[in-house]
Protein backbone atom coordinates (compact mmCIF):
# COMPACT_ATOMS: atom_id res chain seq x y z
CA UNK A 1 0.00 0.00 0.00
CA UNK A 2 1.42 3.75 -1.06
CA UNK A 3 2.43 5.50 1.65
CA UNK A 4 0.35 8.68 -0.20
CA UNK A 5 -2.65 6.36 0.77
CA UNK A 6 -1.96 5.54 4.02
CA UNK A 7 -1.33 7.55 6.96
CA UNK A 8 1.98 6.56 9.22
CA UNK A 9 0.84 4.53 12.61
CA UNK A 10 3.76 6.37 14.16
CA UNK A 11 2.82 9.48 16.17
CA UNK A 12 -0.95 8.65 16.25
CA UNK A 13 -2.68 8.01 19.10
CA UNK A 14 -3.57 5.23 20.60
CA UNK A 15 -4.82 2.88 23.19
CA UNK A 16 -1.85 1.35 25.09
CA UNK A 17 -1.27 -2.67 24.00
CA UNK A 18 -0.57 -3.19 27.03
CA UNK A 19 -2.91 -1.07 29.28
CA UNK A 20 -6.09 -2.93 29.34
CA UNK A 21 -4.35 -6.34 30.77
CA UNK A 22 -2.10 -4.10 33.13
CA UNK A 23 -5.12 -2.65 34.66
CA UNK A 24 -6.84 -5.46 35.11
CA UNK A 25 -3.82 -7.55 36.47
CA UNK A 26 -3.62 -9.67 33.42
CA UNK A 27 -0.08 -8.81 32.33
CA UNK A 28 2.53 -11.40 34.14
CA UNK A 29 4.94 -9.65 35.69
CA UNK A 30 8.21 -11.63 36.56
CA UNK A 31 6.86 -12.73 40.03
CA UNK A 32 3.87 -13.67 38.58
CA UNK A 33 4.70 -16.04 35.81
CA UNK A 34 2.57 -19.47 36.41
CA UNK A 35 5.12 -21.93 37.25
CA UNK A 36 4.55 -25.77 38.75
CA UNK A 37 4.99 -26.20 43.02
CA UNK A 38 7.12 -23.62 43.34
CA UNK A 39 9.53 -23.04 46.41
CA UNK A 40 9.80 -19.68 47.83
CA UNK A 41 13.13 -17.96 48.75
CA UNK A 42 14.51 -15.65 51.64
CA UNK A 43 17.50 -14.07 52.20
CA UNK A 44 19.98 -14.57 54.72
CA UNK A 45 21.89 -10.79 55.03
CA UNK A 46 24.84 -9.75 56.72
CA UNK A 47 24.26 -7.50 59.37
CA UNK A 48 28.11 -6.40 59.70
CA UNK A 49 30.15 -4.34 57.10
CA UNK A 50 33.20 -6.18 56.73
CA UNK A 51 34.53 -9.63 58.55
CA UNK A 52 33.84 -13.29 57.51
CA UNK A 53 31.19 -15.93 58.32
CA UNK A 54 32.77 -18.01 60.83
CA UNK A 55 29.63 -20.42 61.73
CA UNK A 56 25.92 -21.29 60.44
CA UNK A 57 23.52 -23.14 62.65
CA UNK A 58 20.54 -23.84 60.36
CA UNK A 59 19.02 -26.85 62.55
CA UNK A 60 15.90 -24.75 63.99
CA UNK A 61 15.19 -23.48 60.63
CA UNK A 62 15.62 -27.13 58.94
CA UNK A 63 12.88 -28.38 61.75
CA UNK A 64 10.45 -25.68 60.83
CA UNK A 65 8.11 -27.45 58.74
CA UNK A 66 8.12 -26.25 55.46
CA UNK A 67 11.76 -25.66 54.65
CA UNK A 68 12.92 -27.45 52.29
CA UNK A 69 16.62 -25.97 52.28
CA UNK A 70 19.16 -23.82 54.21
CA UNK A 71 21.54 -22.68 51.78
CA UNK A 72 25.05 -20.92 52.50
CA UNK A 73 28.65 -20.54 50.77
CA UNK A 74 29.27 -24.37 52.50
CA UNK A 75 27.02 -26.12 49.26
CA UNK A 76 26.37 -23.34 46.93
CA UNK A 77 27.19 -23.87 43.38
CA UNK A 78 30.98 -23.62 42.78
CA UNK A 79 30.92 -20.53 39.93
CA UNK A 80 32.96 -20.88 36.45
CA UNK A 81 34.39 -17.50 36.99
CA UNK A 82 34.40 -15.53 40.14
CA UNK A 83 35.90 -11.89 38.89
CA UNK A 84 32.43 -9.72 39.12
CA UNK A 85 32.63 -9.45 42.71
CA UNK A 86 28.99 -8.84 43.37
CA UNK A 87 27.74 -12.29 41.39
CA UNK A 88 30.19 -13.91 42.53
CA UNK A 89 27.88 -14.98 45.78
CA UNK A 90 28.07 -17.36 48.14
CA UNK A 91 31.81 -18.68 46.87
CA UNK A 92 33.64 -17.91 50.69
CA UNK A 93 32.95 -16.53 54.24
CA UNK A 94 34.01 -13.17 53.09
CA UNK A 95 31.61 -10.57 53.86
CA UNK A 96 32.34 -7.05 52.03
CA UNK A 97 28.93 -5.29 53.41
CA UNK A 98 26.31 -4.69 55.07
CA UNK A 99 23.51 -6.97 53.37
CA UNK A 100 25.51 -8.69 51.38
CA UNK A 101 24.16 -12.20 50.71
CA UNK A 102 25.43 -15.19 52.84
CA UNK A 103 22.92 -17.71 51.81
CA UNK A 104 18.86 -18.65 51.51
CA UNK A 105 16.25 -20.47 53.22
CA UNK A 106 13.74 -22.26 50.97
CA UNK A 107 10.76 -23.40 51.64
CA UNK A 108 6.80 -23.98 51.09
CA UNK A 109 5.48 -20.31 51.46
CA UNK A 110 7.37 -16.70 51.16
CA UNK A 111 5.84 -16.74 55.00
CA UNK A 112 8.11 -19.46 56.27
CA UNK A 113 10.59 -19.12 54.58
CA UNK A 114 11.20 -15.75 55.93
CA UNK A 115 10.34 -17.39 59.29
CA UNK A 116 12.94 -19.93 58.99
CA UNK A 117 15.74 -17.45 58.04
CA UNK A 118 14.94 -15.78 61.23
CA UNK A 119 15.88 -18.71 62.96
CA UNK A 120 18.90 -19.30 61.30
CA UNK A 121 22.19 -18.54 63.38
CA UNK A 122 24.92 -16.80 61.91
CA UNK A 123 28.12 -16.44 63.50
CA UNK A 124 31.09 -13.54 61.88
CA UNK A 125 34.09 -12.26 62.99
CA UNK A 126 33.73 -8.16 62.56
CA UNK A 127 36.56 -6.70 60.82
CA UNK A 128 37.36 -2.97 61.29
CA UNK A 129 35.59 -1.45 58.16
CA UNK A 130 35.75 2.27 56.51
CA UNK A 131 32.28 3.25 54.80
CA UNK A 132 32.69 6.83 55.38
CA UNK A 133 32.70 8.98 51.48
CA UNK A 134 35.01 12.14 51.68
CA UNK A 135 36.98 13.79 49.28
CA UNK A 136 40.86 13.72 50.77
CA UNK A 137 40.25 9.98 51.63
CA UNK A 138 43.89 8.90 51.54
CA UNK A 139 42.70 4.90 49.43
CA UNK A 140 41.33 7.71 46.27
CA UNK A 141 42.60 6.30 43.30
CA UNK A 142 41.72 6.43 39.33
CA UNK A 143 39.30 3.82 38.24
CA UNK A 144 40.38 0.59 36.48
CA UNK A 145 39.17 1.16 33.01
CA UNK A 146 37.69 4.16 33.75
CA UNK A 147 37.84 7.77 31.72
CA UNK A 148 40.58 9.04 30.88
CA UNK A 149 42.03 12.61 32.06
CA UNK A 150 41.96 15.23 30.23
CA UNK A 151 45.04 17.89 29.70
CA UNK A 152 44.98 20.52 27.67
CA UNK A 153 47.17 23.79 28.06
CA UNK A 154 48.72 25.14 31.15
CA UNK A 155 45.85 25.41 33.51
CA UNK A 156 47.89 26.29 36.73
CA UNK A 157 49.27 29.38 34.61
CA UNK A 158 45.74 30.35 32.77
CA UNK A 159 44.29 30.71 36.43
CA UNK A 160 46.87 32.53 38.05
CA UNK A 161 46.41 35.30 35.09
CA UNK A 162 42.67 35.21 34.82
CA UNK A 163 40.63 37.96 36.30
CA UNK A 164 38.13 36.34 37.34
CA UNK A 165 38.58 32.95 39.55
CA UNK A 166 35.70 30.72 41.37
CA UNK A 167 36.60 27.61 43.59
CA UNK A 168 33.59 25.93 44.64
CA UNK A 169 33.46 22.37 45.96
CA UNK A 170 29.95 20.79 45.58
CA UNK A 171 28.49 17.68 46.62
CA UNK A 172 25.80 15.13 45.56
CA UNK A 173 24.50 12.08 47.92
CA UNK A 174 24.00 8.67 47.16
CA UNK A 175 20.37 8.12 45.10
CA UNK A 176 18.40 4.83 45.53
CA UNK A 177 16.19 3.77 42.23
CA UNK A 178 13.47 1.63 44.05
CA UNK A 179 11.01 0.88 41.18
CA UNK A 180 7.21 -0.16 41.73
CA UNK A 181 7.91 -3.52 40.52
CA UNK A 182 10.84 -4.72 43.09
CA UNK A 183 13.71 -7.06 41.08
CA UNK A 184 12.33 -10.63 41.17
CA UNK A 185 13.41 -13.94 39.96
CA UNK A 186 12.09 -17.25 39.07
CA UNK A 187 14.39 -19.46 38.23
CA UNK A 188 14.17 -23.05 37.24
CA UNK A 189 16.66 -25.95 35.68
CA UNK A 190 15.88 -28.52 33.67
CA UNK A 191 18.78 -30.92 33.42
CA UNK A 192 21.70 -28.26 32.69
CA UNK A 193 19.27 -25.42 30.93
CA UNK A 194 17.93 -22.79 33.27
CA UNK A 195 15.20 -20.75 32.94
CA UNK A 196 14.65 -17.34 34.25
CA UNK A 197 11.26 -14.90 34.84
CA UNK A 198 12.99 -11.95 35.52
CA UNK A 199 12.59 -8.45 35.77
CA UNK A 200 15.49 -6.92 33.40
CA UNK A 201 15.59 -3.97 30.85
CA UNK A 202 17.55 -6.23 28.35
CA UNK A 203 17.38 -9.72 28.63
CA UNK A 204 20.22 -10.69 25.91
CA UNK A 205 22.42 -8.64 28.12
CA UNK A 206 21.85 -10.25 31.09
CA UNK A 207 22.28 -13.65 29.42
CA UNK A 208 25.75 -12.67 28.08
CA UNK A 209 26.48 -11.95 31.83
CA UNK A 210 25.25 -14.54 33.64
CA UNK A 211 25.94 -18.07 31.77
CA UNK A 212 29.25 -17.40 31.47
CA UNK A 213 29.52 -16.76 35.35
CA UNK A 214 27.25 -20.26 35.86
CA UNK A 215 29.31 -22.09 33.47
CA UNK A 216 26.89 -22.61 30.86
CA UNK A 217 26.75 -21.26 27.47
CA UNK A 218 24.16 -18.89 26.30
CA UNK A 219 21.88 -21.00 24.61
CA UNK A 220 21.62 -22.89 27.90
CA UNK A 221 19.70 -19.62 29.69
CA UNK A 222 16.82 -18.74 28.66
CA UNK A 223 15.29 -15.15 30.09
CA UNK A 224 11.82 -13.91 29.78
CA UNK A 225 10.45 -10.64 30.99
CA UNK A 226 8.11 -9.66 28.63
CA UNK A 227 6.77 -6.54 31.37
CA UNK A 228 8.78 -4.52 33.69
CA UNK A 229 7.53 -2.44 36.34
CA UNK A 230 9.89 0.04 36.12
CA UNK A 231 13.91 0.02 36.49
CA UNK A 232 15.62 3.33 36.30
CA UNK A 233 18.60 1.22 35.18
CA UNK A 234 18.94 -0.56 38.04
CA UNK A 235 17.49 -3.69 35.94
CA UNK A 236 19.74 -2.52 33.06
CA UNK A 237 22.09 -5.21 34.69
CA UNK A 238 22.17 -8.34 36.75
CA UNK A 239 22.68 -8.28 40.49
CA UNK A 240 23.23 -10.96 43.20
CA UNK A 241 19.39 -11.33 43.44
CA UNK A 242 19.18 -13.43 40.05
CA UNK A 243 22.24 -15.18 40.84
CA UNK A 244 21.06 -16.08 44.44
CA UNK A 245 17.46 -17.13 42.72
CA UNK A 246 19.65 -19.59 40.22
CA UNK A 247 21.92 -21.06 42.58
CA UNK A 248 19.14 -22.20 45.18
CA UNK A 249 17.19 -23.22 41.92
CA UNK A 250 19.81 -25.25 41.26
CA UNK A 251 20.32 -26.98 44.66
CA UNK A 252 16.69 -28.16 44.44
CA UNK A 253 16.48 -30.10 40.82
CA UNK A 254 13.28 -30.19 39.32
CA UNK A 255 11.97 -27.25 41.48
CA UNK A 256 11.18 -23.79 40.32
CA UNK A 257 12.27 -20.74 43.07
CA UNK A 258 10.64 -17.63 43.71
CA UNK A 259 12.20 -14.53 44.85
CA UNK A 260 10.74 -11.06 45.41
CA UNK A 261 13.88 -8.73 46.80
CA UNK A 262 12.03 -6.98 49.70
CA UNK A 263 12.32 -3.30 49.62
CA UNK A 264 14.67 -3.38 52.58
CA UNK A 265 16.71 -5.40 51.27
CA UNK A 266 16.73 -3.33 47.49
CA UNK A 267 18.63 -0.52 49.43
CA UNK A 268 21.63 -2.81 49.45
CA UNK A 269 21.27 -5.32 46.40
CA UNK A 270 20.11 -3.84 43.47
CA UNK A 271 22.46 -0.90 42.99
CA UNK A 272 22.05 3.00 43.67
CA UNK A 273 23.95 6.36 42.56
CA UNK A 274 26.82 6.88 44.29
CA UNK A 275 28.03 9.66 46.11
CA UNK A 276 30.48 12.48 44.39
CA UNK A 277 32.61 15.17 45.07
CA UNK A 278 33.20 17.73 42.65
CA UNK A 279 36.42 20.70 42.87
CA UNK A 280 35.92 23.59 40.34
CA UNK A 281 38.68 25.86 39.56
CA UNK A 282 37.12 28.46 36.52
CA UNK A 283 39.31 30.91 35.57
CA UNK A 284 37.79 33.65 33.04
CA UNK A 285 37.92 37.67 31.78
CA UNK A 286 35.36 40.18 33.04
CA UNK A 287 33.37 39.32 30.06
CA UNK A 288 32.42 35.63 31.25
CA UNK A 289 34.91 34.22 28.94
CA UNK A 290 36.10 30.88 30.64
CA UNK A 291 39.93 30.90 30.06
CA UNK A 292 40.68 27.83 32.46
CA UNK A 293 38.63 25.05 33.95
CA UNK A 294 39.62 22.61 36.40
CA UNK A 295 37.70 19.52 37.06
CA UNK A 296 38.61 17.08 39.68
CA UNK A 297 35.67 14.63 40.63
CA UNK A 298 35.90 11.66 43.28
CA UNK A 299 32.81 9.23 43.56
CA UNK A 300 32.00 6.17 46.41
CA UNK A 301 32.58 2.71 45.08
CA UNK A 302 32.87 -0.82 46.85
CA UNK A 303 35.68 -3.27 47.87
CA UNK A 304 33.60 -5.87 46.29
CA UNK A 305 32.78 -4.53 42.35
CA UNK A 306 34.44 -1.31 41.33
CA UNK A 307 31.66 1.29 39.37
CA UNK A 308 33.04 4.92 39.02
CA UNK A 309 30.31 7.73 38.50
CA UNK A 310 31.98 9.80 35.60
CA UNK A 311 30.49 13.35 36.82
CA UNK A 312 33.20 14.45 34.52
CA UNK A 313 31.02 13.45 31.35
CA UNK A 314 29.20 16.66 31.34
CA UNK A 315 31.96 19.07 31.60
CA UNK A 316 34.51 17.25 28.91
CA UNK A 317 31.51 19.09 26.15
CA UNK A 318 29.60 21.34 27.49
CA UNK A 319 31.84 24.64 27.66
CA UNK A 320 34.67 26.14 25.63
CA UNK A 321 37.94 26.68 27.38
CA UNK A 322 41.51 26.68 25.84
CA UNK A 323 43.10 25.63 29.15
CA UNK A 324 41.66 22.26 30.78
CA UNK A 325 42.32 19.71 33.35
CA UNK A 326 39.09 17.19 34.06
CA UNK A 327 39.34 13.98 36.38
CA UNK A 328 37.75 11.39 37.53
CA UNK A 329 38.84 9.33 41.10
CA UNK A 330 36.84 7.03 43.05
CA UNK A 331 36.72 6.18 46.59
CA UNK A 332 36.69 2.00 47.15
CA UNK A 333 34.81 1.78 50.39
CA UNK A 334 33.07 -1.12 52.41
CA UNK A 335 29.48 -0.60 51.06
CA UNK A 336 27.09 -1.77 48.79
CA UNK A 337 28.15 -1.79 45.13
CA UNK A 338 26.46 0.75 43.04
CA UNK A 339 25.12 0.81 39.48
CA UNK A 340 23.39 2.51 36.57
CA UNK A 341 21.23 4.87 37.98
CA UNK A 342 19.29 7.19 35.39
CA UNK A 343 22.15 9.04 33.63
CA UNK A 344 24.94 7.79 35.20
CA UNK A 345 27.38 10.68 35.13
CA UNK A 346 25.85 13.16 33.38
CA UNK A 347 22.66 13.64 36.37
CA UNK A 348 25.18 14.06 39.04
CA UNK A 349 27.94 15.70 37.20
CA UNK A 350 25.35 18.48 35.73
CA UNK A 351 24.69 19.29 38.73
CA UNK A 352 28.34 20.72 39.65
CA UNK A 353 28.76 22.29 36.51
CA UNK A 354 25.68 24.22 36.24
CA UNK A 355 26.04 25.44 39.84
CA UNK A 356 29.34 26.83 38.83
CA UNK A 357 28.40 28.22 35.70
CA UNK A 358 25.34 30.24 37.88
CA UNK A 359 28.31 31.15 40.78
CA UNK A 360 30.75 32.36 37.58
CA UNK A 361 27.87 34.80 36.23
CA UNK A 362 27.34 35.85 39.70
CA UNK A 363 31.04 36.71 39.73
CA UNK A 364 31.31 38.68 36.70
CA UNK A 365 27.92 40.54 37.05
CA UNK A 366 26.61 38.93 33.91
CA UNK A 367 22.94 37.18 33.34
CA UNK A 368 23.30 33.64 33.37
CA UNK A 369 21.82 32.85 30.30
CA UNK A 370 24.16 35.71 28.67
CA UNK A 371 27.70 33.43 30.69
CA UNK A 372 26.64 30.49 28.57
CA UNK A 373 26.02 32.20 25.26
CA UNK A 374 29.70 33.37 25.61
CA UNK A 375 31.12 30.32 26.45
CA UNK A 376 29.15 27.89 23.82
CA UNK A 377 31.70 25.64 21.74
CA UNK A 378 31.74 26.07 18.02
CA UNK A 379 33.60 22.49 18.22
CA UNK A 380 33.25 19.71 20.72
CA UNK A 381 35.82 20.48 23.09
CA UNK A 382 36.56 16.71 23.98
CA UNK A 383 37.24 16.00 20.26
CA UNK A 384 37.65 18.63 18.56
CA UNK A 385 34.76 17.67 15.95
CA UNK A 386 32.22 19.87 14.85
CA UNK A 387 28.57 19.01 16.04
CA UNK A 388 26.31 17.69 13.77
CA UNK A 389 23.90 20.15 15.76
CA UNK A 390 23.33 21.48 18.79
CA UNK A 391 20.37 23.72 19.95
CA UNK A 392 21.15 24.62 23.75
CA UNK A 393 21.15 27.91 23.43
CA UNK A 394 17.75 27.86 21.15
CA UNK A 395 16.66 25.82 24.45
CA UNK A 396 17.85 28.55 26.89
CA UNK A 397 16.63 31.35 24.40
CA UNK A 398 13.24 29.44 24.11
CA UNK A 399 12.79 28.83 27.75
CA UNK A 400 13.66 32.45 28.86
CA UNK A 401 10.86 33.72 26.77
CA UNK A 402 8.20 31.20 27.77
CA UNK A 403 9.23 32.07 31.89
CA UNK A 404 9.53 35.60 31.84
CA UNK A 405 13.12 35.43 32.26
CA UNK A 406 13.97 39.02 31.54
CA UNK A 407 11.39 40.39 33.95
CA UNK A 408 12.66 38.31 36.92
CA UNK A 409 14.56 39.91 39.87
CA UNK A 410 17.72 38.26 40.22
CA UNK A 411 17.40 39.34 44.36
CA UNK A 412 17.63 36.18 46.56
CA UNK A 413 14.68 36.19 48.64
CA UNK A 414 13.08 39.28 46.23
CA UNK A 415 9.68 37.48 46.01
CA UNK A 416 7.35 36.06 48.56
CA UNK A 417 3.85 34.08 48.10
CA UNK A 418 2.16 33.49 51.17
CA UNK A 419 4.80 31.45 53.54
CA UNK A 420 6.84 30.61 49.87
CA UNK A 421 10.04 32.10 48.69
CA UNK A 422 9.65 32.31 44.84
CA UNK A 423 12.87 32.39 42.94
CA UNK A 424 13.94 31.41 38.95
CA UNK A 425 16.80 29.95 37.87
CA UNK A 426 18.15 28.28 35.13
CA UNK A 427 20.06 25.18 34.37
CA UNK A 428 21.63 22.81 31.17
CA UNK A 429 21.29 19.38 30.89
CA UNK A 430 22.84 16.80 28.59
CA UNK A 431 22.60 13.07 27.75
CA UNK A 432 23.95 11.62 24.84
CA UNK A 433 22.39 9.75 21.97
CA UNK A 434 24.00 6.32 21.28
CA UNK A 435 23.76 3.78 18.75
CA UNK A 436 24.38 0.28 19.21
CA UNK A 437 24.89 -2.40 17.03
CA UNK A 438 23.49 -5.84 16.80
CA UNK A 439 19.07 -5.48 17.27
CA UNK A 440 17.28 -7.91 14.79
CA UNK A 441 13.76 -8.50 14.60
CA UNK A 442 12.13 -11.45 13.33
CA UNK A 443 8.55 -11.16 10.70
CA UNK A 444 6.55 -14.12 10.17
CA UNK A 445 3.76 -13.68 7.80
CA UNK A 446 0.74 -15.80 8.92
CA UNK A 447 -3.05 -15.52 8.16
CA UNK A 448 -3.04 -12.30 6.84
CA UNK A 449 -1.13 -10.89 9.65
CA UNK A 450 2.36 -10.20 10.97
CA UNK A 451 4.40 -12.02 13.93
CA UNK A 452 7.29 -9.49 15.00
CA UNK A 453 9.81 -10.77 17.25
CA UNK A 454 12.54 -8.90 19.40
CA UNK A 455 14.23 -9.42 22.88
CA UNK A 456 13.35 -5.61 23.80
CA UNK A 457 11.80 -4.50 27.00
CA UNK A 458 8.82 -2.73 28.34
CA UNK A 459 9.29 -0.83 31.41
CA UNK A 460 6.19 0.78 31.30
CA UNK A 461 7.55 3.46 28.62
CA UNK A 462 5.08 2.36 25.66
CA UNK A 463 7.42 -0.27 23.81
CA UNK A 464 4.86 -2.49 23.60
CA UNK A 465 2.65 -0.40 21.26
CA UNK A 466 5.76 1.69 19.57
CA UNK A 467 7.32 -1.01 18.15
CA UNK A 468 4.10 -2.35 16.71
CA UNK A 469 3.85 0.97 15.17
CA UNK A 470 7.28 1.20 13.51
CA UNK A 471 6.53 -2.41 12.15
CA UNK A 472 3.15 -1.57 10.51
CA UNK A 473 4.73 1.58 8.97
CA UNK A 474 7.69 -0.90 7.45
CA UNK A 475 5.17 -3.01 6.24
CA UNK A 476 2.78 -1.13 4.72
CA UNK A 477 -0.01 -2.50 6.97
CA UNK A 478 -2.33 -1.49 9.78
CA UNK A 479 -1.47 -2.04 13.42
CA UNK A 480 -3.70 -4.05 13.98
CA UNK A 481 -2.18 -6.90 11.77
CA UNK A 482 1.24 -6.88 13.62
CA UNK A 483 0.76 -9.15 16.60
CA UNK A 484 4.17 -8.77 18.36
CA UNK A 485 6.81 -10.44 20.83
CA UNK A 486 9.06 -9.11 23.14
CA UNK A 487 11.67 -9.89 26.26
CA UNK A 488 12.50 -13.75 25.43
CA UNK A 489 16.10 -14.58 24.90
CA UNK A 490 14.06 -16.79 22.12
CA UNK A 491 13.58 -14.11 19.87
CA UNK A 492 16.06 -11.94 17.96
CA UNK A 493 18.86 -10.11 20.04
CA UNK A 494 17.92 -6.53 20.94
CA UNK A 495 20.35 -4.68 23.16
CA UNK A 496 19.45 -2.94 26.43
Known amino acids: ?70 LTHEDALRLADTEDGELAILQDEGIGFRGQYLGAVLAETPETARHGADLVEI ?47 Y ?6 NNPMEPHTTIARWDGEELTLWTSTQGVHPARQALAPILGIEPEQLRIISPHVGGGFG ?22 AVKYAVSRQHMFAITGYRPATSQHFRIGAGPDGTITAF ?27 GEHRRITQRLLPLDIAVPSWMRAPGEASGMVGLEMVMDELAEACGLDPIELRARNEPVLDP ?16 EGAERFGWAERDPRPRARREGGWLIGTGVASATYPASRQPGSQARIRLTAGSYEVGIGAADLGTGTWTALTQVAADALEVDPEQITLQIGDTSLPNATV
Open 123 to 169: TTDVAPHDADFRHDHPQVRKAEGGADDVETGDVEAALAAAEIVVDQR
Open 382 to 397: DTGLPFNQRRLLDCLR
Open 234 to 255: SKGVPHADMMLTALAARAVPGR
Open 1 to 70: MSDLLRASAIGTGRVRLDGPDKVRGRAPYAYEHPVEDPLHLYPLCSTIARGRVTAIDAAAALALDGVALV
Open 294 to 320: VLEAVSSSSHTKEFPEEAIKPSRQMYA
Open 171 to 176: STPLEH
